[in-house]
């Protein structure tokens, strides 16, 4: 089968469908998507709610909960404490199947009667915006966190402390604004780093201290922009970046043109096969 143009229902923008596809989806003996890929994530992405909070009161209790179904959905959302007792039973909620009608159907309708809590999380303290996390402390707004202590504003991150805006990290301390970087400190504005401390702005670094600006770089100290600097150079143009945003500006543009000129890995991953 060759390959086929088609518009997508929701947004109207059209998406191609390659033999290979067609052949994929013979296996499945399931039709071609109407949706482009863009909107079949976005379809994805909203069944699972991470990042919006509300307030409504437990079905059970009544009393005020913090969840993440909104108070208009039609939905019986118990508070924890309500969802982990023995007030109620799920088996309570089983139907016989009707032949008759549609298996998505009768699932929906069980799936709106069944309860459900209010958040997932487990053995934290003073986390109550964090969702599917666990043994977090005086955390806030997170999703995916594990074992973090004064940690706001993260999603997917575990073992961190005392940090902010985090994405996918894992072992940090004092640091803002990271992304997939494990085991730092005192960093900012660092991606896809390893090992990196007292550091700035980074990308693809590893083993490395007191870095500004710099790409790709192993086992390096006192660098700004990849090249070597002294620590009274260093400190200059940290607390110029800190406080002066027209240099801060300039500066950002140069790292981005350093990026460009570095050389990257063609497929990020780890210890895989």
Known sequence: ?????????????????????F??????????????????????????NDRMFYIRD????????????SPDKELIVYCRDCFLSDKFAPLEYGKDFDFSR???????????????ISMYQTQSENSDYTIHSGKNRNCYMGNAMRECEDVYY??????????????????????????????????????????????????DCRNANNLIGC????????????KPATKEEFDDILAKLKTDRTFKNEF????????LEIPVKYFWDKNSE
Not at 181 to 192: I, P
Not at 217 to 225: V, Y
């Open 102 to 116: 549609s298996f998505f159907e009768q699932y929906e309708e069980m799936r709106v009667k069944v309860p459900r």
């Open 154 to 203: 993260a999603d997917f991150a575990q073992y961190c402390k005392n940090s902010m805006d985090l994405y996918m990290c894992s072992h940090l301390e004092n640091s803002y604004f990271c992304t997939d970087t494990d085991e730092c400190y005192n960093s900012a504005y660092l991606e896809n780093c390893l090992a990196v401390n007292f550091s700035y702005l980074c990308f």
């Open 252 to 259: 950002i543009k140069k790292y981005k043109e350093l990026r």
């Open 58 to 69: 437990c079905d059970m209790c009544r009393n005020k909960m913090i969840t993440v179904y």
């Open 23 to 48: 052949e994929y989806l013979k296996k499945f003996e399931v039709p071609a998507p109407s949706h482009c890929p863009d909107c079949r994530n976005q379809r994805r992405w909203a069944f699972r």
């Open 215 to 226: 790409v790709g770089l192993r086992r390096k100290e006192f660098m700004i922009l990849n």
């Open 1 to 21: 089968m060759m390959s086929e143009t088609k518009t997508c229902k929701a947004c109207g923008q059209n998406f191609n469908l390659e033999a290979e596809d």
